[in-house]
T-cell receptor
Framework: DAGVIQSPRHEVTEMGQEVTLRCKPI?????LFWYRQTMMRGLELLIY????????DSGMPEDRFSAKMPNASFSTLKIQPSEPRDSAVYFC???????????????FGDGTRLSIL | TQLLEQSPQFLSIQEGENLTVYCNSS?????LQWYRQEPGEGPVLLVT?????EVKKLKRLTFQFGDARKDSSLHITAAQPGDTGLYLC???????FGAGTRLTVKP
């Protein structure tokens, strides 16, 4: 079975531009997570969805960041406008019924390496 | 938010040596997870510990959950270059991660 699929793998863009990151979770998983990883701050949880509904978005840095999950097989993380400090690796992960069974494993994609110039 | 502190931050050892890394918190967790991340990839789950005092073994890796369920350790016996990576712990209650221990095993 395919794992979590993220696209693009790499993105380089100029500050002020809109950036959209995409994620396809593992089929059958109903919990989806977006993380950001930097050397300085480590792996930070941005937002998580359960059954396509955002449950906890307290980690979203500011209004420039938004995330959607229109259906069970697709999610986006958008940054508008982007800034150099948004440069990081962004990971998407999925799990089965994480809210009900807190010790379910998370399956991570390979990430999107984002560079804002 | 339950904060997790991992130590050491960096560890560089020779092949064949033993090592222990730690994950500590002042909060109680219902369970803790350990992940390993290799360059260019996402973290991969190694183990989940659930019961206070629990010990789990995965080949040369031994995981222990503290009696009070506030801390955990990972011990690697006879480390190999393939063990190189970033080891992360996460509280399964809120899926916040520690900063990780970056392990390098030299041949």
């Amino acid at each position: 079975d395919a794992g979590v699929i993220q696209s693009p793998r790499h993105e380089v863009t100029e500050m002020g531009q809109e950036v959209t990151l995409r994620c396809k979770p593992i089929s059958g998983h109903n919990s989806l997570f977006w993380y950001r990883q930097t050397m300085m701050r480590g792996l930070e949880l941005l937002i998580y969805f359960n059954n396509n509904v955002p449950i906890d978005d307290s980690g979203m840095p500011e209004d420039r960041f938004s995330a959607k999950m229109p259906n069970a097989s697709f999610s986006t993380l958008k940054i508008q406008p982007s800034e150099p400090r948004d440069s990081a690796v962004y990971f998407c992960a999925s799990s089965f019924d994480w809210g009900a069974y807190g010790n379910q494993p998370q399956h991570f994609g390979d990430g999107t390496r984002l560079s804002i110039l | 938010t339950q904060l997790l502190e991992q130590s050491p931050q960096f560890l560089s050892i020779q092949e064949g040596e033993n090592l222990t890394v730690y994950c500590n918190s002042s909060s109680v967790f219902s369970s803790l997870q350990w992940y390993r991340q290799e360059p260019g990839e996402g973290p991969v789950l190694l183990v989940t510990v659930v019961t206070g005092g629990e010990v789990k073994k995965l080949k040369r890796l031994t995981f222990q959950f503290g009696d009070a369920r506030k801390d955990s350790s990972l011990h690697i016996t006879a480390a190999q270059p393939g063990d190189t990576g970033l080891y992360l712990c996460a509280g399964a209650d809120d899926m916040r991660f520690g900063a990780g221990t970056r392990l390098t095993v030299k041949p």
